[in-house]
């Protein structure tokens, strides 16, 4: 059985930073593409940001570049979402997921992957 746990989510203030972490279980994670998506309120999931298995590439949002970077320790089954400068759009669920078909390129559409964890919240505060 598969299972996402994610963490680290919490309160902060316009400006801080925070660091995700997702881990992995019940299935080989290196080849894996993984994801990070989130959902505000009243507002579809979107994608955050992505990392491949076999080559680390990565891609971003145009609204987090800059500040959130994506990173994996295929050791530790585990992918990490680092989160600077946050501001108030930052604001929702953020959930990790796997698109267990491997390669290098990274899907930015949720239909591409077929697992997910169940979300932290990360509120931040003015």
């Known amino acids: 059985q598969v299972q996402l746990v994610e963490s680290g989510g919490g309160l902060v203030q316009a400006g801080d930073s925070l660091r995700l972490s997702c881990a992995v279980s019940?299935?080989?994670?290196?080849?894996?593409?993984m994801g990070w998506f989130r959902q505000a309120p009243g507002k579809e999931r979107e994608f955050v940001a992505g990392i491949s298995g076999s080559t680390g590439s990565t891609a971003y949002a145009d609204s987090v570049k800059d500040r959130f970077t994506i990173s994996r320790d295929n050791v530790k089954n585990t992918v990490y979402l680092q989160m600077n400068s946050l501001t108030l759009e930052d604001t929702a669920i953020y959930y990790c997921?796997?698109?267990?078909?491997?390669?290098?390129?990274?899907?930015?559409?949720?239909?591409?992957?077929?697992?997910w964890g169940q979300g932290t919240q990360v509120t931040v505060s003015s």
């Open positions: 019940g299935r080989t994670f290196r080849t894996d593409i």
């Open positions: 997921a796997v698109r267990p078909a491997g390669g290098t390129f990274v899907y930015s559409t949720r239909h591409m992957y077929t697992y």
